[in-house]
């Protein structure tokens, strides 16, 4: 495997350049984002914990394996009044037959506060 070039080393005649080590190359296979935390249903949290799942989705997706199963993750953090909402679509959900912009126009025409730009 070659190994490519990037700043700090004579390597390519171009002054501060370094080979990289194949070691940098790799994937990223660990979380940085924690997770988030479980909703349940709560109107006043709901904004919150859509921007974490989707930063999570963002950040870690790739490195966790879930961007191909994004809904199926995101569902695993509904408990309570939002786990029984999604409960008829279990099957759906689990078979991946939602798609990520269904999930959040599904789950913000049930939670999303449709006042809160008129309190803002």
């Known amino acids: 495997m070659k190994s490519r070039l990037t700043r700090g080393g004579k390597k ?3 002054p501060g350049w370094r080979r990289l080590s194949p070691t940098c ?3 990223r296979n660990k979380a940085i984002l924690n997770k988030p ?3 349940s249903g709560d109107k006043s949290t709901y904004m919150v914990w ?6 999570k989705i963002q950040v870690d997706g790739d490195a966790m394996g879930i961007r191909g199963n994004a ?3 995101m569902s695993s953090f ?3 009044q939002a786990g029984m909402y999604l409960q008829p679509y279990d099957d759906r959900i689990a078979a991946g037959q939602m798609s990520l912009e269904e999930f959040w126009s599904f789950m913000d025409a049930r939670y999303e506060d449709t006042h ?3 309190r803002a």
């Open 78 to 80: 509904c408990d309570g």
């Open 116 to 118: 809160r730009q008129k």
């Open 50 to 55: 859509k921007g974490a799942m989707r930063k």
């Open 71 to 73: 809904v199926v993750y």
């Open 37 to 39: 935390q479980m909703f």
């Open 25 to 27: 190359l790799r994937r």
């Open 12 to 14: 390519s005649g171009i």
